[in-house]
């Protein structure tokens, strides 16, 4: 999406395309375009709130694991975040 992005740019305007991709959850495209229109508080937002939501699920697939199937060391993914 970037690359057709910048390639065809000549070709959207600038808050349409932004606009679209916030209703449409291209982050990476919409922190893109957010930095081209000089927004770069809200595209590190963006880049962050995406980061955390990735972090949120992988914690969430984490605490689903069965660790009854390997019981050598059961671990609590929450403590072992904070210590790092």
């Given at each position: 999406?970037?690359?057709?992005?910048l390639e065809w740019e000549a070709l959207?305007?600038?808050?349409?395309?932004?606009n679209l991709c916030e209703k449409y959850g291209v982050s990476n495209a919409y922190c893109?375009?957010?930095?081209?229109a000089g927004d770069f508080t809200k595209a590190l937002d963006v880049y962050i709130e995406t980061v955390q939501q990735k972090l949120d699920a992988l914690l969430e697939?984490?605490?689903s694991l069965d660790f009854a199937e390997n019981p050598s060391r059961p671990v609590d993914v929450e403590d072992d975040a904070r210590s790092t």
């Open positions: 999406m970037k690359e057709w992005l959207y305007r600038l808050d349409s395309a932004i893109m375009l957010l930095e081209r697939h984490c605490r």
